[in-house]
């Protein structure tokens, strides 16, 4: 079946740097989803790239489709204490997603 | 976004008795829901995908016997454990589908604790 993997498990940033987190699938998808987990809440939708190569951006977040369908990232600049959480990638095919392990961040002050 | 609530938050329950958690789409109607289950630190499983009208479909090695699903309204499904044990003691998460999209919105979740 579909696999996603992202990498890496956990980023410890330090407040104003940048960091990336990578999402590979071993199939090509759909279409890939990305979705913010605060500690203690639910998963909360963040984006939905559809299109090879597509690159959508929210103020500090760029988000980015692989050419083939089958890699993404998500990058982040100037990290913010607000950007904590754990940041999962979601490749969807068939209506269904399949999340890869996430990516937890925590900010150094 | 979209509004999916999930009731009720937290249940602690003995061992031996069933649980039924629902999940409400509240402001759009949901032919497909999904039920997950998360444990500490980890990612989301998909357990079993819900269609309104229809038989739940349930991933590799989940119990549909353990997990009922029912999707009775195209706003309204419900999961239940049956005959909880500790091992079953997880945060189980219900999404819905935006209709004709890929797009799922997560509700609030439920911790399961089984004594």
């Known amino acids: 079946g579909q696999q996603v993997m992202q990498i890496p498990q956990y980023q410890h940033v330090q407040e104003g740097e940048d960091f990336t987190t990578y999402c590979n699938s071993s199939?090509?998808?759909?279409?890939i989803q990305w979705y913010k987990q605060r500690p203690g809440g639910h998963p909360v939708f963040l984006i939905q790239l559809v299109k090879s190569g597509e690159v959508k951006k929210q103020k500090r977040l760029t988000f980015q489709f692989g050419e083939a369908k089958k890699n993404s990232s998500l990058h982040i600049t100037a990290t913010q204490t607000t950007d904590v959480g754990t940041y999962f990638c979601a490749g969807g095919n068939d209506y269904k997603l399949s999340f890869g392990a996430g990516t937890t961040v925590t900010v150094r002050a | 976004g979209a509004v999916v609530s999930q009731h009720p938050s937290r249940v602690i329950c003995k061992s031996g008795t069933s649980v039924k958690i629902e999940c409400r789409s509240l402001d759009f109607q949901a032919t497909t829901m999904f039920w997950y289950r998360q444990f500490p630190k980890q990612s989301l499983m998909l357990m079993a995908t819900?269609?309104?009208?229809?038989?739940?479909?349930?991933e590799q090695g989940v119990e549909k016997d353990k997990f009922l699903i029912n999707h009775a309204s195209l706003t309204l499904s419900t999961l239940t454990v049956t005959s909880a044990h500790p091992e079953d003691s997880s945060f189980y998460i219900c999404?819905?589908?935006?209709?004709?999209?890929?797009?799922?919105?997560f509700g609030p979740g439920t911790r399961l604790t089984v004594l």
């Open positions: 819900s269609n309104e009208g229809s038989k739940a479909t349930y």
């Open positions: 199939t090509t998808l759909s279409n």
């Open positions: 999404s819905a589908r935006i209709p004709s999209t890929d797009t799922q919105y």
